[in-house]
């Protein structure tokens, strides 16, 4: 906390000053009943590393967050949510006013088709769920983005790591996918670092060494800004 | 921390001296690929509670837990267990030697019939998951527990709550079922407080009011004491 404060006043970074991220971090819950449901390994941790290094370097920072037990980042914003529709929701409802969206949190691809009210009790032997595909958020953004906003998700992979990320570069319309390989050791899930590839359209994948997600947040911030300045230079050209 | 030492050192109960007590506590997580799995609401509070309350009146406590973000009790030795499979091979394994066993764990009632080795990718609009049965920790040892065995079980319920800890005390043959309306506000997951009902073979429901979980841990404790009094009785006579 005095680090964080400390480290805030001696920044020389204000280069996100005044501009509006929105960064989403967790993971979604999908009810199968009131005490069951599916998620994945998410910690937040990388979404609230963004947040909070983004709010120091001067950003209006708004953190849509899924379930996590990390404390909020201070000068955040912070809503809560709880699954991936209500994520999508609070999404699209802030959208249109950010210069920035980085989508860390790893929504569920599907929920249960129906949720029960009732805790289900377990008299069979076997069991089948039936589940819908969640709406895409990351596609969505794509679709709705005005040419000025910079859009980052990331790719999670077990395997073909870069082809996938740039696969989903593509399908999502996003200006650029951090890629990681939560295979290995010390990177994805849970742990504080993490080994990522970024994926921009039109440029070979430049490959970051094993960094604390703390400076894996400062790396894409300075991504996102060098994005800024080549989508204004466009236009003033 | 320190309150719990200055606690130890002052308790006057000591009624456990000796008594090997075992405690499952949390949720477990039964994974559909390396990102995805079905849980539960479980914190572990209660189990952990229980543990750090038996180990202070000196029992000797073995705490299998599954997912928590608790830190592990004094003097308690902790086994760390992800999966229903891997939680029902310890607790068979360690049964023999235990004078009690408390199953405070959610365990998982279904698994996924196949886990697969990479991430599942989302081609379809649709999925079906097929769920098989986990095999029932609590029946089980109720199968084999010896007659000075003492066993304990909970019920989470959301509807009938006493007549289904009852129907779920004659079907496991435990001692003692634990039972709440976790649909009560200051019940059941993730709050710091319970409402229970103690339900014990052949005498009316016990209801406790309100009460923080270690208060909940400690009156848990003192039923088992007395549990064991009437065993040993039984056997006198």
């Known amino acids: 906390e005095l680090v964080a404060v400390i480290r805030a006043i001696f920044q020389q ?5 005044g501009l509006k991220v929105l960064v989403t971090a967790g993971g979604t819950r999908e009810r199968i009943d009131p005490v069951r449901y599916l998620t994945n390994d998410s910690s ?6 963004l947040a909070e290094a983004a709010a120091q370097r001067g950003a209006h920072v708004t953190l849509v ?23 999508y929701d609070k999404v699209m409802e802030l959208l249109p006013e950010q210069d920035a969206v980085i989508k860390a949190a790893a929504v569920a691809d599907y929920r249960p088709a129906v949720s029960a009210d ?7 032997d076997h069991m089948t769920i039936e589940l819908v595909r969640n ?3 990351l596609a969505e953004i794509g679709t709705r983005k005005t040419s000025k906003q910079v859009i980052v998700g990331f790719a999670a992979e077990t395997n073909d790591v870069e082809t996938n990320a740039m696969d989903k570069l593509r ?8 890629a990681n390989d939560v295979s290995k050791e010390g990177a994805g899930f849970g742990v504080d670092t993490n080994i990522v590839s970024f994926i921009r359209p039109d ?7 094993q960094m604390r997600k703390r400076d894996v947040a400062e790396a894409i911030l300075d991504e996102i800004v060098t994005i800024r300045t080549s989508k204004s230079g466009m236009d003033r050209s």
């Open 13 to 17: 970074k204000q280069d996100m000053q």
């Open 44 to 49: 937040g941790k990388m979404g609230y590393a």
């Open 65 to 87: 967050s899924g379930n996590t037990s990390l404390n909020p980042p201070p000068n955040v914003k912070v809503i809560s949510v709880e699954s991936a529709l209500q994520m």
């Open 118 to 124: 009732k805790k289900i009790k377990k008299t069979k």
């Open 135 to 137: 709406p895409d958020i």
């Open 171 to 178: 399908r999502k319309n996003a200006d650029l996918i951090v």
């Open 203 to 209: 440029q070979p994948p430049r490959r970051l060494p």
